[in-house]
């Protein structure tokens, strides 16, 4: 069964790859300029330790 905004997703993004010729830095680039245009930060958030009793069941 296919997931209706699932498939819309996945044509927004090959349609906006195809206009980029697939170029990976344009796309990034294009990604970023956006980014930086609607005012929005884009948060990185530490890694988070695995506590070692859950280490051990792995």
């Known amino acids: 069964m296919k997931d209706p905004i699932v498939e819309e997703i996945r044509n927004f993004r090959d349609e ?3 206009s ?3 170029d990976l830095d344009a796309i990034c680039e294009d ?3 956006h ?3 609607c005012g929005l ?3 990185r ?3 988070k330790k695995i506590p070692k009793r ?3 069941r792995i």
Do not use: G, R
Request: charged fraction near 30%; avoid cysteine; proline fraction near 5%.
């Open 16 to 18: 906006h790859a195809k």
């Open 20 to 22: 980029f010729d697939y």
């Open 31 to 33: 990604f970023k300029s």
């Open 35 to 37: 980014q930086s245009s």
């Open 41 to 43: 930060h884009l948060v």
């Open 45 to 47: 958030l530490k890694p």
């Open 54 to 56: 859950i280490k051990e």
